[in-house]
Nanobody, 118 residues
């Protein structure tokens, strides 16, 4: 089983920056995709950004140009640099990993809260 542990959430003012980290451990598979989803109060969980082990990225339109995903495969860690944060970015951010190609199984971290004040 894969375990994912997120860190880096917190409270930030609008226009500020945060960086999230997620380290995977346990039965890590390869190749894979790692990345981030988020869930705001009263809303469904949505994709933020994903990155394959080969470096292919996918971003939600709402974060393009503001967020950057990166990963250190040697450390089994994925990062999310979030700049120009907006109040609507407030959500619990969940780390995710899955096999590539996807076998229908997603693995999730427990989430980290990001709150952006106006």
């Amino acid at each position: 089983q894969v375990q994912l542990v997120e860190s880096g959430g917190g409270l930030v003012q609008a226009g500020g920056s945060l960086i999230l980290s997620c380290q995977a451990s346990g039965s890590i598979f390869w190749p894979n995709t790692m990345g981030w989803y988020r869930q705001a109060p009263g809303k469904q969980r949505e994709l933020v950004a994903l990155m394959s082990s080969g470096g292919i990225t996918n971003y939600a339109d709402s974060v393009k140009g503001r967020f950057t995903i990166s990963r250190d495969n040697a450390k089994n860690t994925v990062y999310l640099q979030m700049n120009s944060l907006k109040p609507e970015d407030t959500a619990v951010y969940y780390c995710n990993t899955k096999r590539r190609p996807w076998d229908g199984i997603d693995y999730w971290g427990k989430g980290t809260l990001v709150t952006v004040s106006s």
